[in-house]
């Protein structure tokens, strides 16, 4: 199995800034595609990016330019830099994770805890 441990998320004034991370460790033989997804309440879970494991990048059309989507590979973590927030960014975020597991086909897909981000007005 593999586990997703995120950390980051908090309160924050309008305009301000927090950099979420995920790590992801187990049985990982390879890690594929990454990303993060966020969902408000009483609202469906939706995009916010994702990174490929050669490094390109997806965003929502109402995100790009405020976050940026990264990872380190060889700590198997990925990374949401979020500036500008807005009240409308609260939400829980998730991380997602497609991995290839040691000794197992095919790829599996993992979800993080979650973590609540919280901006102020």
């Known amino acids: 199995q593999v586990q997703l441990v995120e950390s980051g998320g908090g309160l924050v004034q309008f305009g301000g800034s927090l950099r979420l991370s995920c790590a992801a460790s187990g049985n990982i033989f390879r890690v594929n595609g990454m990303g993060w997804y966020r969902q408000a309440p009483g609202k469906q879970r939706e995009l916010v990016a994702t990174?490929?494991?050669?490094?390109?990048?997806n965003y929502a059309d109402s995100l790009e330019g405020r976050f940026t989507i990264s990872r380190d590979n060889a700590k198997n973590t990925v990374f949401l830099q979020m500036n500008s927030l807005k009240p409308e960014d609260t939400a829980v975020y998730y991380c997602?994770?497609?991995?290839?597991?040691?000794?197992?086909?095919?790829?599996?897909?993992?979800w993080g805890q979650g973590t609540q981000v919280t901006v102020s007005s």
């Open positions: 997602y994770v497609s991995v290839i597991e040691s000794g197992h086909l095919p790829p599996d897909d993992y």
């Open positions: 990174i490929t494991s050669g490094g390109a990048t």
